[in-house]
């Protein structure tokens, strides 16, 4: 494997890879890699000649009162994982790599991010996309895998490689759960026991919206209400969402039917856990 953490370096390996017409596949990452990065490197290996894996903690992404500077690192650690993953190239830019001076262009997403996590954390996204666009550029990718535990990530670089026509397929790579069904993170190591005992109750609440919907509960604030509640009751977390939209458009449900995202995010003292479920409804009487 080859670490590599000069960005021009980077872009005159790829675009001598893709002269010799092989595919990439490409996993970008911010460290700290755990089961859920190991499957979409897992996948990426299996559908592509060379696999390029990207860790970078963005700052354009992480809001002033976010935790940028705390985000967890071990870089000795994922070296590891990735020479075991059988990654070929290791980006590793550093911040003033990646951003010798203020950009004069970035990225804003307009759509698909007035809702969860994008009306939370403004700017995420723009973010985001921004650093996304270069690493594009660099790495040339054929495809590039993400996790659908960040769903509204998915629908955003969706937008991305549409609008910008990006020759790149996405693949998207379902969540990697804990055996309670905690949903595997970088940040699940800032819970305490106590929170880690408790932070199960994210994918129960999905999972029981998600069967009262199967049901037929047509009425969705009470429902959020019910789950948001339950949430409150059984655990130290605060709900700062809980959302039922369509999936990838992320608009509010009309009908109850065809793709549909129930997504949520809870504060646990020094962790915000972020979770959801997507699923295809019926269209049955009721
Ligand atoms: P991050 O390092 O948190 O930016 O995540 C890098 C990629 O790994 C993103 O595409 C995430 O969606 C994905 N990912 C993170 N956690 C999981 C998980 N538990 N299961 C599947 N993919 C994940």
């Not at 790579?173 to 804990?178: A, G, M, P, Q």
Request: include cysteine.
């Amino acid at each position: 494997m080859k670490i590599v953490s000069n960005p021009q370096q980077l872009q005159e390996i790829s675009t001598r890879l893709r002269k010799d017409q092989l595919t990439i596949g490409f996993v970008p990452t911010m460290g700290y890699l755990h089961e859920g990065h190991r499957a979409l490197l897992k996948e990426a290996r299996e559908q592509n000649e060379i696999v390029i894996m990207s860790i970078f903690v963005n700052p354009l992404q992480f809001g002033p009162n976010e935790d940028l500077e705390s985000y967890p690192r071990d870089f000795e650690r994922d070296k590891q994982v990735a020479i075991e993953e059988e990654v070929d190239y290791l980006f590793h830019p550093t911040v003033e790599e990646m951003y010798p001076e203020q950009m004069s262009v970035t990225v804003k997403v307009g759509r698909r991010t007035n809702c969860l996590c994008g009306r939370s954390r403004p700017g995420h996204f723009d973010g985001v996309a921004t650093v996304l666009t270069k690493l594009f550029h660099l790495v040339q990718p054929t495809n590039v895998y993400f996790g659908k535990k960040d769903a509204q990530q998915v629908a955003v670089v969706d937008g991305l490689i549409q609008d910008f026509h990006f020759p790149i397929n996405l693949v998207d790579v379902n969540t990697v759960r804990e055996e309670d069904g905690l949903a595997k993170s970088s940040r699940n190591i800032r819970l305490t026991p106590t929170e880690r005992q408790e932070a199960g109750i994210l994918y129960k609440s999905l999972s029981l919206a998600r069967a009262e919907l199967i049901k037929g509960q047509d009425n969705l604030e009470l429902l959020k209400k019910q789950v948001m509640d339950l949430i409150e009751r059984e655990s130290s977390g605060k709900v700062d969402y809980f959302e039922i939209l369509t999936y990838p458009r992320l608009e509010m449900v009309k009908e109850l039917t065809g793709e549909i995202i129930i997504a949520t995010a809870v504060q646990f003292g020094k962790a915000r856990l972020i979770d959801n479920i997507i699923f295809e409804l019926e269209n049955t009487p009721r």
